[in-house]
């Protein structure tokens, strides 16, 4: 049984590589092109601002820390996105989820397999731009802040997809999520410090955002690959994921239960 | 075995009033009703055997085969395929089933096919060596083993349908389920896939259900077929019984003058008020009973300039047809 679970998450795993690496062009300005600009962008605009107020730290983070800092929002961001949005509800909507209960498996388990699929381009340029970085200014990330970081992001990335897969499970019921979807990244966005990190935010507001799943996210993991955070902390964040993960699993169950109840299978 | 007994199943749909005032409408408040797709459908189909379910479009083929297949629920009834009740998706029964939907792909669209074969071998744990002997088996059968490396979405429609085929039984399944296979092909497309059907069904033996709007699938496929309409079986039964019920009709065809045509038109109408009646330009077609065909083609060639006159039997999609329209019970 193990053995044929391995062997399916491969296929299914390699099947969206491929399809992945099947369109170059989509492949490269997505892999390396949006990284760039998102990066290039938020260093000059911190530059600008840290000139104009003449100062060389703000809220204990240097100008050079700022491309770190972007480069691992950005690449944490992008790995734990996965597919774009309609991974689940095009499904749906165009009837492929048919295929997927007539097979003898768990569509949630293909799906995270070919989920992952995407999130591994973007975890292998983490370590590529990380390693860059340490190259250039030597004091970057090292090694064991980068192993707990890149355990917190699976943590992170799988709670992200059962919180996602929900929203695009109610597909089910409405004619278009894209609007949802839309709003749950700008959630991210700035309750994740993806934007702007939290600790320039106001405290009451800082403090609110820590009892909803996104800072766990993208800051907390960003911070743990910063050598930020101590053990405990790392220990603790992850298990606060391991809580919304479970909350999410649940969310998930209850929505794909109710939802297959009133699936038409596109079409009378 | 399949055992369907008074199945039905309705769907919720929602109605927009047209225009602006309409849609402004709609996002406070929607009117909905509800569609009777299944209406107490009971049927029985045998190891073996293979079923057409014949029905216009909307009549509950395609719903039908949703649920047997595990795809939705019912409303109520109880259904039974193989022993297993479909929408309590079972492994064991999904292993052993197998679905075609003429209008939606199952393959990767990007990739060629192998490529998802190779996932399916997983999916359905298939041994190396069935793998490979359905592979081969298949493909030289269909004809397709030159096109396996090819991406599905660079295929013409008659090849991405036989590597659909493929697909769906590589694991050698006891059910299939075939809605619409053949739709949009062409002839010669549309005669490989029967041909290959037949033959498989010949050599493994699976019980198959067949939907098709191509009266040549059902009538070269199925012995038995089973008419759907407005979601009831309104027949059930052998083919032959069907059309042989329908044998005491005859239709004559020919063609008239172009001048002709208004005054054959109220002639035909007059004289054979009940009798179905086609026209097209001036090519003109009446359905009549055998022991009225002599008399009725006699009459014509006395008032009318008549050519190239034949007398034919129904044919089946057309006896099928008429079963449809009149409601025969």
Known sequence: ?268 | MIKVENLCKSFKIYQKPPGLKGSLKALFKRDYFYKNALDNVSLQVEPGEILGLVGANGAGKTTLVKILSGIIYPTSGEVSVLGYNPWKRDNRYRKQLSLIMGQKAQLWWDLPAFDSFLLLKEIYQISDKNFYKNIDYLSNSLNISHQMKTPVRKLSLGERMKVELMATLLHDPKVIFLDEPTIGLDLMSQRAVRSFLAQYRKEKNPIIILTSHYMQDIEELCRRIALIKNGSIIYDGPIDKIHKDYSQFQSINFEVLDSDIGRIQNFLIQKFPENEKEFIDNKIKLRLKKELVGEATKELLEHFSIDNLSINQIDISKVIENYLQHDQT
């Open chain 1, 1 to 268: 049984m193990i053995k044929h679970n391995i062997n399916l998450f491969n296929q299914s795993f390699l099947v969206e590589l491929r399809k992945l690496l099947a369109y170059r062009w989509e492949f490269w300005t997505g892999f390396l092109g949006q990284t760039f600009i998102f990066v290039g962008i938020s260093y000059f605009l911190w530059k600008s601002i840290f000139l104009s107020n003449g100062v060389t730290e703000m809220h204990g983070i240097a100008l050079t820390d700022f491309i770190l800092y972007y480069l691992t929002a950005h690449l944490i961001f992008k790995t734990m996105l996965g597919p774009n949005i309609g991974f689940i509800s095009h499904d749906i909507y165009y009837g492929t989820l048919n295929k997927f209960i007539v097979y003898p498996v768990s569509f949630q388990f293909i799906k995270i397999a070919s989920y992952l699929a995407h999130s591994f381009f973007y975890y292998a340029q983490l370590i590529i731009l990380i390693s860059l970085h340490k190259l250039l200014f030597g004091n970057s990330v090292d090694l064991i802040s980068f192993s707990l970081g890149s355990l917190t992001l699976i943590t992170a990335s799988y709670c992200y997809f059962l919180i996602s897969a929900s929203i695009e499970l109610i597909a089910f019921w409405a004619e278009n999520i894209w609007s949802l979807a839309i709003l749950l990244r700008s959630f991210i966005h700035i309750g994740g410090g993806y934007l702007i990190p939290l600790s320039f935010y106001p405290e009451k507001i800082s403090h609110f955002l820590y009892y909803t799943p996104f800072p766990y996210l993208i800051y907390e993991p960003i911070q743990i690959f910063r050598g930020q955070t101590s053990l405990e902390h790392f220990f603790l964040i992850n298990a606060i994921l391991l809580g919304w993960i479970f909350i999410a699993y649940i969310v998930f169950r209850l929505v794909w239960y109710r939802g297959n109840r009133q699936f038409t299978g596109v079409g009378i």
